[in-house]
T-cell receptor
Framework: GAVVSQHPSWVICKSGTSVKIECRSLDFQATTMFWYRQFPKQSLMLMATSNEGSKATYEQGVEKDKFLINHASLTLSTLTVTSAHPEDSSFYIC?????????????FGDGTRLSIL | RKEVEQDPGPFNVPEGATVAFNCTYSNSASQSFFWYRQDCRKEPKLLMSVYSSGNEDGRFTAQLNRASQYISLLIRDSKLSDSATYLCVVNKGGSYIPTFGRGTSLIVHP
C-alpha cells in the first residue's frame, strides 16, 4: 500500500516552456503532499507543502509565481514550473503522507528529471 | 546549528562489516523519526521508522536517544546492495513537515 505515482519521469524542454508534473496517491488519500527538488550530489530541498483545497505553503526562497502548485483533490497535486530556464533543470520529487497522524512516514513518487535546454 | 545533521561520509566498508550512522536533531519537540535510503538518481525509499524503544528489521537496527537528540542506524553483515545514501528524516512536533539530513553515503565493497 501507500503508492505514489509521479508523471512524467523525464522531461526535456526548450527554455521558456512551462512544465507540469503530476503527483498521485494511488491507494490512499493525501491531504498533504510535498514537493522537493534535488540537484546532483546535493540533499533534498523541500520546496513547498501542498494542501488539498487551499494554497500551498512555500519554503523561503522558493518563488510561488514560478512554481505553481495545485492540490485540487485528495489524490492529486500538480507542480507547474512556469517559463522554465536551464537553471531550473533538476530532479523534482513529490511525496505524500497517509492521513493517520503525524507519525506517518512519507511515501515518495519516482521523481521527474527535468532538463531545460 | 542545522536542524538535522548527518556525517556525509562516505563510509567505505567491506562486505560483512557492521556499520553505524548517527543523526542529530536540534528541535526537542520533534516526535517522528525515519531512515530512508536513496540510490543514485532515484527517489528516497523508506527503510524504517524509528521508535522510542528502538526497533529492528532484519540486519537493520534503529535507535532513538531523546535526551541527546540523536537517532542511529546500525547495519549488520553489510551487503553490496546496501551501497546507497542513507537519509535521516525528522518531523517537527505536531506536524507532517519533514526535515531531511544531507544523507550519509555508504559504499560496501567486495
Amino acid at each position: 500500500g501507500a503508492v505514489v505515482s509521479q508523471h512524467p519521469s523525464w522531461v526535456i524542454c526548450k527554455s521558456g516552456t512551462s512544465v507540469k508534473i503530476e503527483c498521485r496517491s494511488l491507494d490512499f488519500q493525501a491531504t498533504t503532499m510535498f514537493w522537493y527538488r534535488q540537484f546532483p550530489k546535493q540533499s533534498l530541498m523541500l520546496m513547498a507543502t501542498s494542501n488539498e483545497g487551499s494554497k500551498a505553503t512555500y519554503e523561503q526562497g522558493v518563488e510561488k509565481d514560478k512554481f505553481l502548485i495545485n492540490h485540487a483533490s485528495l489524490t492529486l497535486s500538480t507542480l507547474t514550473v512556469t517559463s522554465a530556464h536551464p537553471e531550473d533543470s533538476s530532479f523534482y520529487i513529490c511525496s505524500a503522507v497517509v492521513d493517520r497522524g503525524y507519525n506517518q512516514p512519507q511515501h515518495f513518487g519516482d521523481g521527474t528529471r527535468l532538463s531545460i535546454l | 546549528r542545522k536542524e538535522v545533521e548527518q556525517d556525509p561520509g562516505p563510509f567505505n566498508v567491506p562486505e560483512g562489516a557492521t556499520v553505524a550512522f548517527n543523526c542529530t536533531y536540534s528541535n526537542s519537540a520533534s516526535q517522528s523519526f525515519f531512515w530512508y535510503r536513496q540510490d543514485c538518481r532515484k527517489e528516497p525509499k523508506l527503510l524504517m521508522s524509528v521508535y522510542s524503544s528502538g526497533n529492528e528489521d532484519g540486519r537493520f537496527t534503529a535507535q532513538l536517544n531523546r535526551a541527546s537528540q540523536y537517532i542511529s542506524l546500525l547495519i549488520r553483515d553489510s551487503k553490496l546492495s546496501d551501497s546507497a545514501t542513507y537519509l535521516c528524516v525528522v518531523n517537527k512536533g505536531g506536524s507532517y513537515i519533514p526535515t531531511f539530513g544531507r544523507g550519509t553515503s555508504l559504499i560496501v565493497h567486495p
